[in-house]
């Protein structure tokens, strides 16, 4: 069946990066659009960031553009969340999904304060 498992999150402080990861199982991983989200607490689920399936096409919130890159390596049926210059309001909970069929993963919670 399919699954998506999330890693990678952590505390940090502000200014600081980390890198999650989203391993993938299941599928046919290099067909498949692949995103992020993030839902801080309180707060409804909210888009981060899109990659096409060869991974030549990526958008983003305007909120996290130029400060996150997403990224995949389709041998290794993961996608990944690169993260710099992080801020306070970038706290939550990370998930990464595939938009076809509405798959989610467990999330990684990340948490910035100093």
């Known amino acids: 069946q399919v699954q998506l498992v999330e890693s990678g999150g952590g505390l940090v402080q502000p200014g600081g990066s980390l890198r999650l990861s989203c391993r993938a199982s299941?599928?046919?991983?290099?067909?498949?659009?692949m995103r992020w989200y993030r839902q801080a607490l309180g707060k409804e689920r909210e888009f981060v960031a899109h990659i096409s399936a060869n991974g030549g096409t990526t958008e983003y919130a305007d909120s996290v553009k130029g400060r996150f890159t997403i990224s995949r390596d389709n041998n290794k049926n993961t996608v990944y969340l690169q993260m710099n210059s992080l801020k306070p309001e970038d706290t939550a909970v990370y998930y990464c999904?595939?938009?076809?069929?509405?798959?989610w993963g467990q999330g990684t919670q990340v948490t910035v304060s100093s």
């Open positions: 999904s595939r938009p076809t069929s509405d798959y």
């Open positions: 299941g599928f046919r991983f290099g067909s498949y659009v």
